[in-house]
């Protein structure tokens, strides 16, 4: 699937929005893709996940299970599961912490998926990969729907992705005049808890 072929499933669900938005990381962007638009239309997923999980396959091979971070990689993390006929697991935020709750382990050594929705600075991504190898785990590869840093996340794994974008993203002082000039929307769930 190429990243035309992403975006175009992003288009369709109404989920590439412009404006002014703070992303999950803080920064703020003229570009928000809004991935429950996608995954509310299990088709759409199906057809993203599906490309992901033959990504996977052909670059790592076969894998023992897939984790994602909560709440946002739960969906593609299942999904792309289930199209590599693995189980899906994920890890939530305890004290500030990605932690494995709700009684889910990893067998030592397990060959894992760490699965990502959108990427932007990397932060959720590499706390997934940390609490999976502090779990026992081997991350043999970080992979996401959408890489927004145009390549510059820094993971702790081997990325791969299906789509790589490069959106400019700024610190709240340091917009550029024509987004300050927009009044800001914060779509993101990462500050619901407040």
Same mark, same amino acid.
């Given at each position: ?8 499933? &992003? !288009?369709? %669900?109404? =989920? $590439?929005?412009? +404006?002014?938005? @703070? ?9 928000? /893709? ?65 932690? &494995? !709750?709700? %009684?889910? =382990? $990893?067998?030592? +050594?397990?060959? @894992? ?9 990397? /932060? ?66 990462? !500050?619901?808890?407040?």
């Amino acid at each position: 699937m190429t990243t035309d072929e992403v975006l175009e499933e &992003f !288009r369709g %669900a109404g =989920a $590439l929005r412009e +404006g002014h938005f @703070v992303l999950s990381s803080g920064l703020h962007s003229g570009m928000f /893709l809004q991935k429950n638009l996608v995954f509310q239309y299990p088709d759409r997923t199906e057809r993203l996940c599906k490309a992901l999980a033959d990504l996977i396959r052909r670059e790592v091979g076969q894998v023992d299970v897939c984790v994602s971070p909560a709440v946002g990689g739960i969906i593609p993390g299942y999904e792309t599961a289930r199209q590599l006929g693995v189980p899906s697991m994920y890890v939530e935020r305890v004290d500030g912490r990605l932690q &494995f !709750r709700r %009684a889910f =382990a $990893l067998k030592p +050594g397990a060959r @894992v998926a760490m699965v990502e929705d959108i990427v932007s600075t990397g /932060l959720s991504s590499r706390e997934c990969v940390e609490a999976i190898r502090e779990a026992g785990g081997e991350v043999v590869c970080a992979a996401a729907l959408v890489d927004r840093s145009g390549g510059r996340a820094e993971i702790g794994a081997p990325f791969l992705t299906l789509a790589k974008l490069d959106v400019p993203a700024y610190p709240a002082d340091q917009l550029p005049p024509e987004l300050a000039a927009i009044p800001v929307e914060d779509p993101g769930s990462r !500050r619901l808890n407040r």
